[in-house]
């Protein structure tokens, strides 16, 4: 409070106006704002910041915290978020939760939830119209459904269903676990009003899909009429497939049914569902959608059997990863059909051939000329050379408006536009087959010159240009095309082979990111032609918005070590994740990540490096923000077992929320752990992948 002589503005505004205010600052600061003064509790009290409470992400808010505020409200809320607080404990969640009688949504995505305690909130609220929640045993929720005539009448008013499974396969325990559910009924059976289903499994454990499918599940096809929306993320879980997959045959079958929202990520249309009922369902649903999600589908003859017309409202497309023989050229077409499109993602949406010629560039040019709305474009993971004397990608992207891009993913190579040698421009990047590299006239070798005489032109007026084009961008990923997936994820070493035209982007080039002072999520992955990683200072000092960092195979060696001295200077980072190999995780480390005054979540994986405890340590107990720390080295399991216990207890009653993951790089239960990992951190940040464009249907799930 601004006070001058004893007089304090707000005793002279209205408790309406005030009310008004108090809706803008966070729920989770309730109980600090009712401590502020007798007038600020009283109007903490009324009914307007209670109907929709948002406690998602609440770190730093224990359980009797929660309490209190439900109790405080339990008469007025209307929609309850209380996603990823996977620290409260079922058994708090079903005894106050119940209290609230007037909850019409209703959103539990990675807390912790008994079967038992499931049960209790759904019999208990009687106006609950929209759910979503995670569950440990896919069998035992189903067995809860139709085992219990309670359960089972309270969920015949829901119109909007999320699943979220964190069950693995396992063995002949999952073979089990599909017989039984394959004797069941569904959800389906006792929701006839239900227009969203969204089952989501733990996503990110396997790059490779199940083709097996059994039989499909018992359900009541008059009950599909009314969905509108049906989604999946890409889940190796057998199980959740099974159970998603059951239903969505059913919902293809169905004539004249209407998708607004349609996920079938990881779909195999060759063994999973009849092609054919895809197909129609899909062109019967095109008037209507809005968002449609085909990434990693598989399918023959893509272009053939997939066409995207007369849809005027479709919003949001995803063609990430698909896997087909054929090329996108035909997606692109399509796509640029659709006038409405706000997000467009074409990550690595080149099936076999990981090179855009010319045709895939015209059908660009042809998506951004006709798609004035476009806001957010991926199209990282392909590699777009200069093809002669034909336009860069960069040409094609600038020669349009679009200075109301938010979002943009790029590969890497993309941003060097010539190369010369002795002043002549060579054509030795030139893709003449579909697949094949071309071989350049010598090894590339790291060097920051970017002079007249050097080997790259002027590179750093790519990204000089494109800040041009869209001065107000806020998420920008710049990801190296040999990039194939993070080495925590697999219990052997992952393949890093970077494109050897990325060779040629340098230090000074890089820095030109540093003009996009509206940055908020910057990822840089793969960047060869780094020598001392210099660069990062002047973006700390530009991006002073920056929350969300990501660097990975930042240079080709150790030489970067001094480039950490730069992280103290990003004072609004939230989130920072490092894969590194040969890091120096010592107390000078320690002392910069300390600058980052807000910083919640750091993650480092780091190859052929030990953390040292003593430091780290200290650096936990003075990042008094922190609580997610995941360190993936190669210190001895003994010794990661050992701190992080000791951490974890130290730490998680002080600071509610906080979650502590040592462990050995490549031992073989990395896989179970991170399957144990609360879904907000390994889809988020332990998970190491583009973001731009890949969740368009988080308001389905509270997000």
């Given at each position: 409070?601004?006070?001058?002589?004893?007089?304090?503005?707000?005793?002279?505004?209205?408790?309406?106006?005030?009310?008004?205010?108090?809706?803008?600052?966070?729920?989770?600061?309730?109980?600090?704002?009712?401590?502020?003064?007798?007038?600020?509790?009283?109007?903490?009290?009324?009914?307007?910041?209670?109907?929709?409470?948002?406690?998602?992400?609440?770190?730093?808010?224990?359980?009797?915290?929660?309490?209190?505020?439900?109790?405080?409200?339990?008469?007025?809320?209307?929609?309850?978020?209380?996603?990823?607080?996977?620290?409260?404990?079922?058994?708090?969640?079903?005894?106050?939760?119940?209290?609230?009688?007037?909850?019409?949504?209703?959103?539990?995505?990675?807390?912790?939830?008994?079967?038992?305690?499931?049960?209790?909130?759904?019999?208990?609220?009687?106006?609950?119209?929209?759910?979503?929640?995670?569950?440990?045993?896919?069998?035992?929720?189903?067995?809860?459904?139709?085992?219990?005539?309670?359960?089972?009448?309270?969920?015949?008013?829901?119109?909007?269903?999320?699943?979220?499974?964190?069950?693995?396969?396992?063995?002949?325990?999952?073979?089990?676990?599909?017989?039984?559910?394959?004797?069941?009924?569904?959800?389906?059976?006792?929701?006839?009003?239900?227009?969203?289903?969204?089952?989501?499994?733990?996503?990110?454990?396997?790059?490779?899909?199940?083709?097996?499918?059994?039989?499909?599940?018992?359900?009541?096809?008059?009950?599909?009429?009314?969905?509108?929306?049906?989604?999946?993320?890409?889940?190796n879980d057998a199980t959740s497939r099974l159970y998603f997959f059951g239903i969505l045959v059913k919902a293809f079958d169905q004539p004249g049914i209407r998708f607004t929202n349609l996920s079938v990520s990881g779909l195999d249309l060759k063994q999973a569902v009849k092609r054919s009922y895809f197909i129609r369902s899909l062109k019967e649903s095109c008037p209507t959608l809005?968002?449609?999600?085909?990434?990693?589908?598989?399918?023959?003859?893509?272009?053939?059997?997939?066409?995207?017309?007369?849809?005027?409202?479709?919003?949001?497309?995803?063609?990430?990863?698909?896997?087909?023989?054929?090329?996108?050229?035909?997606?692109?077409?399509?796509?640029?059909?659709?006038?409405?499109?706000?997000?467009?993602?074409?990550?690595?949406?080149?099936?076999?051939?990981?090179?855009?010629?010319?045709?895939?560039?015209?059908?660009?040019?042809?998506?951004?000329?006709?798609?004035?709305?476009?806001?957010?474009?991926?199209?990282?993971?392909?590699?777009?050379?200069?093809?002669?004397?034909?336009?860069?990608?960069?040409?094609?992207?600038?020669?349009?408006?679009?200075?109301?891009?938010?979002?943009?993913?790029?590969?890497?190579?993309?941003?060097?536009?010539?190369?010369?040698?002795?002043?002549?421009?060579?054509?030795?990047?030139?893709?003449?087959?579909?697949?094949?590299?071309?071989?350049?006239?010598?090894?590339?070798?790291?060097?920051?010159?970017?002079?007249?005489?050097?080997?790259?032109?002027?590179?750093?007026?790519?990204?000089?240009?494109?800040?041009?084009?869209?001065?107000?961008?806020?998420?920008?990923?710049?990801?190296?095309?040999?990039?194939?997936?993070?080495?925590?994820?697999?219990?052997?070493?992952?393949?890093?082979?970077p494109c050897k035209v990325s060779h040629f982007l340098r230090e000074n080039d890089i820095t030109q990111v540093s003009c996009m002072t509206s940055l908020r999520y910057l990822q840089l992955t793969g960047l060869p032609g780094v020598s001392n990683g210099r660069f990062l200072k002047e973006i700390a000092t530009n991006c002073v918005h920056l929350e969300t960092l990501w660097l990975?195979?930042?240079?080709?060696?150790?030489?970067?070590?001094?480039?950490?001295?730069?992280?103290?200077?990003?004072?609004?980072?939230?989130?920072?994740?490092?894969?590194?190999?040969?890091?120096?995780?010592?107390?000078?480390?320690?002392?910069?990540?300390?600058?980052?005054?807000?910083?919640?979540?750091?993650?480092?994986?780091?190859?052929?490096?030990?953390?040292?405890?003593?430091?780290?340590?200290?650096?936990?107990?003075?990042?008094?923000?922190?609580?997610?720390?995941?360190?993936?080295?190669?210190?001895?399991?003994?010794?990661?077992?050992?701190?992080?216990?000791?951490?974890?207890?130290?730490?998680?009653?002080?600071?509610?929320?906080?979650?502590?993951?040592?462990?050995?790089?490549?031992?073989?239960?990395?896989?179970?752990?991170?399957?144990?990992?609360?879904?907000?951190?390994?889809?988020?940040?332990?998970?190491?992948?583009?973001?731009?464009?890949?969740?368009?249907?988080?308001?389905?799930?509270?997000?």
């Open positions: 409070m601004e006070t001058r002589d004893k007089f304090c503005w707000f005793d002279h505004i209205s408790d309406d106006i005030l009310l008004h205010i108090l809706c803008f600052v966070p729920r989770t600061d309730w109980k600090h704002t009712t401590k502020v003064c007798a007038r600020f509790r009283n109007v903490c009290q009324d009914k307007e910041l209670f109907r929709k409470s948002v406690l998602s992400y609440a770190y730093g808010m224990s359980e009797r915290d929660l309490e209190e505020y439900l109790r405080a409200g339990c008469r007025y809320i209307e929609t309850l978020n209380l996603n990823h607080c996977y620290w409260f404990s079922s058994t708090t969640l079903a005894a106050f939760i119940p209290r609230c009688k007037k909850i019409q949504e209703l959103f539990l995505l990675d807390c912790k939830l008994t079967a038992r305690a499931l049960t209790k909130i759904l019999c208990s609220l009687e106006c609950l119209k929209s759910i979503v929640f995670s569950v440990y045993n896919l069998l035992e929720f189903s067995n809860i459904i139709n085992g219990n005539q309670d359960v089972q009448f309270a969920l015949r008013h829901l119109k909007h269903f999320g699943l979220h499974v964190r069950e693995e396969s396992n063995g002949n325990k999952q073979n089990s676990l599909q017989f039984h559910l394959s004797q069941q009924t569904t959800v389906i059976e006792y929701c006839p009003n239900l227009e969203s289903f969204c089952v989501i499994g733990t996503p990110g454990l396997s790059q490779k899909l199940s083709k097996r499918l059994v039989h499909t599940l018992i359900v009541k096809t008059e009950h599909l009429q009314n969905l509108k929306t049906m989604s999946i993320n890409c889940t809005e968002n449609l999600d085909l990434s990693k589908v598989l399918i023959d003859e893509l272009e053939a059997s997939i066409t995207i017309e007369d849809a005027p409202c479709l919003k949001h497309l995803n063609l990430a990863d698909i896997r087909s023989e054929s090329r996108c050229l035909g997606l692109l077409i399509s796509a640029s059909r659709c006038s409405n499109l706000v997000s467009l993602n074409l990550k690595g949406a080149t099936s076999g051939c990981k090179y855009w010629g010319k045709e895939e560039l015209e059908g660009l040019d042809l998506v951004l000329k006709n798609c004035r709305n476009l806001q957010h474009l991926n199209i990282s993971g392909v590699h777009v050379h200069e093809n002669g004397p034909d336009r860069t990608l960069m040409d094609v992207l600038t020669q349009h408006d679009i200075t109301a891009f938010k979002s943009l993913a790029l590969s890497v190579c993309c941003l060097v536009s010539r190369i010369n040698e002795k002043g002549k421009t060579t054509k030795g990047f030139v893709s003449k087959g579909l697949g094949k590299r071309q071989r350049i006239a010598r090894q590339p070798q790291p060097s920051t010159s970017t002079g007249e005489g050097s080997d790259i032109g002027s590179c750093c007026t790519e990204l000089s240009r494109l800040h041009k084009a869209c001065p107000r961008i806020t998420s920008l990923e710049l990801i190296n095309t040999g990039f194939s997936q993070s080495v925590v994820l697999t219990s052997h070493k992952s393949v890093y082979d990975a195979y930042i240079g080709l060696g150790p030489q970067i070590q001094g480039m950490w001295d730069s992280l103290k200077f990003f004072k609004c980072l939230l989130d920072l994740r490092i894969e590194q190999p040969w890091m120096k995780l010592d107390e000078h480390f320690y002392q910069s990540c300390l600058g980052c005054d807000r910083l919640q979540r750091l993650v480092i994986v780091s190859k052929n490096s030990r953390f040292e405890p003593k430091p780290l340590e200290n650096f936990v107990a003075k990042a008094t923000r922190l609580y997610v720390i995941q360190l993936f080295t190669d210190t001895p399991l003994k010794d990661c077992d050992r701190y992080q216990t000791v951490l974890q207890k130290r730490y998680e009653c002080q600071r509610p929320g906080f979650h502590a993951v040592l462990e050995h790089l490549h031992h073989e239960r990395v896989p179970g752990v991170l399957a144990a990992l609360p879904l907000v951190h390994l889809d988020d940040i332990t998970h190491l992948s583009s973001r731009v464009c890949s969740k368009p249907l988080l308001s389905l799930w509270g997000e």
